[in-house]
T-cell receptor, first 113, second 114 residues
Framework: GDSVTQMEGPVTLSEEAFLTINCTYTATGYPSLFWYVQYPGEGLQLLLKATKADDKGSNKGFEATYRKETTSFHLEKGSVQVSDSAVYFCALSEVNRDDKIIFGKGTRLHILP | NAGVTQTPKFQVLKTGQSMTLQCAQDMNHEYMSWYRQDPGMGLRLIHYSVGAGITDQGEVPNGYNVSRSTTEDFPLRLLSAAPSQTSVYFC?????????????FGPGTRLLVL
């Protein structure tokens, strides 16, 4: 079945460092890909998404490109801030009746001042 | 718009007790769903609904019931709580099923079963 694999955390970086969180997926069809973020004590927020191959999703300085050839959707940011400390989830969704979102296990990010 | 709202934010139950987790959305979304979040396992789909009067099972439905009498509300019922149901529960909605649109999540309900 479909699945999402993302790098395990925690990831600890200094402020202004470059961030990459790797994500790869397995899917039978042509899924939409997402990055969700969960700040401490809060729910899930959609960070960015891409719905077809070569699409680039971007938001708040974060970017991810839908790479069908490598089945990847890596999250990047050029200069992280302390406020980016959160748990990041890579996810996919096929266009099916149940519209189930399949999540990775999450990557906890700590940014040090 | 308030978006997706959930109540309560936190609940402690004893084994065998019952309770209902409330979820409501004011976006006129047809599709609603419930997930549970457990450490190291991401989120898993419990039940979903593609419209009022229609519900179906997700990946981990055992021990949970749902109903969808209105478009706005999608309550999740635990009939006899078990410690294995200790988790954080998220409700989500999107405008319609089968479309490449964003699902919006509520703030979550943290449940502890003793």
């Amino acid at each position: 079945g479909d699945s999402v694999t993302q790098m395990e955390g925690p990831v600890t970086l200094s402020e202004e460092a470059f961030l990459t969180i790797n994500c790869t997926y397995t899917a039978t069809g042509y899924p939409s890909l997402f990055w969700y973020v969960q700040y401490p004590g809060e729910g899930l927020q959609l960070l960015l998404k891409a719905t077809k191959a070569d699409d680039k999703g971007s938001n708040k300085g974060f970017e991810a490109t839908y790479r069908k050839e490598t089945t990847s959707f890596h999250l990047e940011k050029g200069s992280v801030q302390v406020s980016d400390s959160a748990v990041y989830f890579c996810a996919l969704s096929e266009v099916n009746r149940d519209d189930k979102i399949i999540f990775g296990k999450g990557t906890r990010l700590h940014i040090l001042p | 718009n308030a978006g997706v709202t959930q109540t309560p934010k936190f609940q402690v139950l004893k084994t065998g007790q019952s309770m209902t987790l409330q979820c409501a959305q004011d976006m006129n979304h047809e599709y609603m769903s419930w997930y549970r979040q457990d450490p190291g396992m991401g989120l898993r789909l419990i039940h979903y609904s593609v419209g009022a009067g229609i519900t179906d099972q997700g990946e981990v439905p055992n021990g949970y019931n749902v109903s969808r009498s209105t478009t706005e509300d999608f309550p999740l019922r635990l009939l006899s709580a078990a410690p294995s149901q200790t988790s954080v529960y998220f409700c989500a909605s999107k405008s319609r099923t089968g479309l490449r649109e964003t699902q919006y999540f509520g703030p979550g309900t943290r449940l502890l079963v003793l």
